[in-house]
């Protein structure tokens, strides 16, 4: 990791510090210094020895920044204990206590019967537990608990059944924890800290005061004047308050700190590396688009529309300049990405370059070759297709530099597949591909321009996180004249009524989807109740072609299937849920989806995509028989919202961030504190700040910044050393 200036921290070995006296100098460390501590292994803190190391690196607790950012899942609020004298029967409250007599026996039934009581000065309580011995441990004789729950009187003696409780101090492994010198276990307001694997909230309290002393007096990683703007307290106040608080409005301002912290910081992360990228240049500075692309547009059947248009400008502007381009492209199915794509494929071949398109599947990366084949037909422009099976032939073509554009599957990303002159990268549906694979890609060229692609609609909020240092261009509008999809959420009553609807619209010419249900388990039974389902529909459908396509059919197969219904030589398509992302048939009008509640909601808007692509109105009938809220809550928002952005907002707040989609793999630090859809303005302004000053100071090398590089890298788990060096 980066050292911090001023400290010298290698030479002063801090921690012996103590150990050489014969140094006075250095006994005294600085407030850089000091800072540095975040830094330090949990053992260096007094009382936490290799045993208490261990469980606490199961909480992901390794450094005493780990432990200082540990906060508080709740706190307790001395202010709203009830005395046990003044409890009434039935209320719900919280009293505390310390525990005075903890008692077991055996009912006549052989259940088990813990009781544990407080004495609080005005009365006793007690807690009551059946067959749950194991609270025992941590309820011991002479540590203070507060239990929270509704009171009973019961064999004349006030009790509550299954209470929460807290330890909140006391009788831990013989050490005395009471009070000390901070009263840390005795403030208005008490932390509780969140599950804990064999550490009570009493001893990581303990630990943090430890820690708040190691550090006290640090000094702060935001530039003083970020602290102003947004009217900050201190970073080692904000944290002291957080752990141990004074009063209510002070936690505020302590929380509401360290959330600035996470958030900028991030913020600051994503711009050091969108510079740094930047800075390197090296890129391709194609020209302006000429002849080629115009002819290419003239030839189009269709206006583009003002979203992709505007897309388009910002892609040629980025690959104009000499430094490499790294955009996403964010279009719901169907808006009309790939004529966009197509665009800087040809502005990459009028200048001599060579343009390559990389889709996640054999099927999409077929159907890609043929249509863009056929919108370059008459162009001056060779196209190429690389698959796992492509003869050697081929791919001389491609490193000679004949083919200009190619098309393919992670083929592309083989060794044996080399570029004359690769100049621009599309990666489409980008979120199927790792980053490795994208750069494996890129580097088979030198800096060429990156343009990631993907249809699944990400929330505002999240690409200014998830993808903050990428530029970002959105086509948020379809092309005119789509008539779009209804969605219907039917149960098994409906069923009659959604086939005669299939054999309507196929009696008009049209065709069909049914998606299998998903089967977890396997992809044998996801088979065969495919093939179930196929042979059910032929008896409902007598007379009419169907077809059956499933994930563990041959590609081969499965391309000829696929090519037959785009011909209309299938009525009615029967798929697991493989039916490719982006397969492109505008005469399918209609869409049913089996035990739809299984599915997320994100996939079931791509599986809706495939129709409502033409001019005709689609209907999508969703049957589901939804059992918790969650599924239900799922339903209805897509029956709502045909909107993707809207559905993956929805989906946001339905699902909570936790489960957010890519964000492990991204490199990131997480979000704790921060929820996306509460704090976009905060986000929005963090960012706006962080990137001016990244703009200023490109490497955070003046004065204060340095600590706030130090700090960058440190939550970053030190993975931006290498943006400074260089
Ligand atoms: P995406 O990749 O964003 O899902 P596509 O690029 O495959 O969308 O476009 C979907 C369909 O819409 C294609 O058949 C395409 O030819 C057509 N299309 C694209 N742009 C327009 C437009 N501006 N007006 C009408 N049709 C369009
Ligand atoms: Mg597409």
Redesign the pocket.
Known sequence: MNDLPGGDRKTAGRGKENASPDNPARSVPSPVDKLSRLADPVTKLPGVGSTYARRLAQLGIKTVGHLLYHFPRRYLDRSNVTPIGSVKIGQDVTVIGTVCDVNSRRTRSRKNILVVTLFDGTGYMSGVWFNQEYHRDRLREGVEVAFSGKVQFQYKRLQMVNPSYDVLGGGEEGEDQGGGPQGIHTGRIIPLYPGTAGITSAVLRKMVSGALDAVDGMADVLPEEVRRTFGLMTLTEALREVHFPEGEETLKKARYRALFDEVFIMQVGLALRKKRREREGGGISHGSPGGLVERFRLSLPFELTAAQEKAWGEIAGDMSRAIPMNRLLQGD?GSG??VVAVQALLLAAEGGYQGAIMAPTEV?AHQ?YRRIGEMLEGLPVRVGLITAGTPVEDLRDLASGDVDVVVGTHALIQEGVSFDRLGVVVI??QQRFGLRQRVTLAAKGSAPDILH?S?TPIPRTLSLTLYGDLDVSVIEELPAGRKGVVTVVADNSQRKGAYAMVGKEVRLGRQAFVICPLVEESDKLEIRAAEKEARRLADVFPGLNIGLVHGQMKSGDKRMVMDRFGAGEIDILISTVMVE??I?VPNATVMIVENADRFGLAQLHQLRGRIGRGSERAICVLFADPSTDEAKARMEAIRRYDDGFELAEADLRIRGEGSLFGTRQSGLPDLKLARLSRDFKLIRNARSVAFRLVDQDPVLSEGGNVLLRWEVNRRFGGTLDWLFHG
Do not use: P
């Open positions: 199915v990405k790939t999409l890609h489409d549906e692609m249809a992302v982006g492109d």
